[in-house]
Structures are given as C-alpha cells and as structure tokens.
C-alpha cells in the first residue's frame, strides 16, 4: 500500500505531527518523567507491534507515523505467533523488565495516540487482524462476537 491509497487527512496528519511532538506527546498523555522514558515506551510498544501485524497494515499504519517512529513499527520480521492483547502485554513486560500494570499503561498511552493518527478505517483494519483484546489497547470498546445459532432442539413426541 502507498502514501497515496491512505486518507489525505490521516497523511496530512502525519506530516505535521514530528517525532520530537509525538514523545512530547506521549509523555504528557503517559505522566513520564522524562524524554527518554517516553521514547522508550514508544520503541517498545511499536517494535512489539509491529511483530504481530500482517505487512500491510504494518506498512499502512507506518505511512501515517513519523518516520522515526514508522522506522520502529517496522523493525522486526512478524513473529508467527499471534498473542491475544493480554499475552501482548505480559509479552512486553517481559521484554521490558517492567511489571504487566506498566506495560499495560504504556500499551494504551502509545497506541490511543497512534489510533488518533490512523483513524477509525486504519484501526479497524489492524483489529481485524488481531486476536481479541487489542480493541481496549487501542482506546476502543472491545465488542464481542455473537456465538453461531444453535439449532433449536426438536420437539418431544408427546
């Protein structure tokens, strides 16, 4: 997928969004006490990320990010696994040294900025694409599926 198949306003975005404003960002939005907590939380939430998606919402979601942060997303080859959003979370705990509550915090604070830059088409795509529970990462309600129509039991002869 290129530039130019993603929204204007989601490219646009992009573009006037910088690195340096997104860790700014991210440290406020995450209470972090200094620059380089924040750009480590985003390295490490995008890296892990970018290890679950399928290429083309992995490409699509890096066309609309700053390209420090695109360069993050991208980094790693996908890991064949698929974690649900609880396993990706301790999953990044483990990565990161830091405890399931903290990674868990740092999850939602980068990916609910990144959701606002994709937008709601983008967002629905990569959730699509994933096992349950990444919705609530994402900032989004996560809603379940209806099970399949049982057949109604025959009738009893009477």
Same mark, same amino acid.
């Given at each position: 997928m290129s530039?130019?198949?993603i929204k204007?306003?989601?490219a646009? #975005? ?6 340096? !404003? /997104?860790?700014e960002?991210? =440290?406020?939005d995450? *209470?972090?006490?200094?620059? $380089?907590?924040?750009d480590?939380v985003?390295? #490490?939430?995008?890296?892990s990320?970018?290890? !679950? /998606?399928?290429?083309?919402e =992995?490409?699509?979601l *890096?066309?609309?990010?700053? $390209? ?8 790693s ?15 990044l *705990? ?5 405890t ?9 604070t980068?990916?609910?900025?990144v959701?606002?830059?994709a937008g709601?088409?983008?967002? *629905? ?18 809603l379940?599926?209806?099970a ?10 009477a």
């Amino acid at each position: 997928m290129s530039l130019t198949q993603i929204k204007p306003q989601a490219a646009a #975005a992009a573009e006037a969004l910088t690195y340096h !404003r /997104l860790v700014e960002r991210v =440290r406020y939005d995450g *209470a972090y006490p200094t620059r $380089e907590r924040a750009d480590a939380v985003i390295h #490490a939430v995008l890296t892990s990320l970018g290890r !679950r /998606l399928p290429e083309e919402e =992995r490409t699509a979601l *890096a066309a609309v990010l700053p $390209e420090e942060a695109a360069r993050f997303l991208t980094s790693s080859a996908r890991e064949p696994e698929q974690f649900t959003g609880w396993e990706f979370v301790a999953d990044l *705990a483990s990565r990161t040294g830091g405890t399931p509550a903290t990674a868990r915090w740092d999850t939602g604070t980068v990916l609910e900025l990144v959701a606002k830059l994709a937008g709601e088409d983008l967002v *629905a795509r990569i959730l699509d694409q994933l096992p349950a529970g990444y919705a609530l990462l994402f900032g989004r309600a996560e809603l379940t599926r209806p099970a399949p129509a049982q057949p109604a039991p025959a009738p009893r002869a009477a």
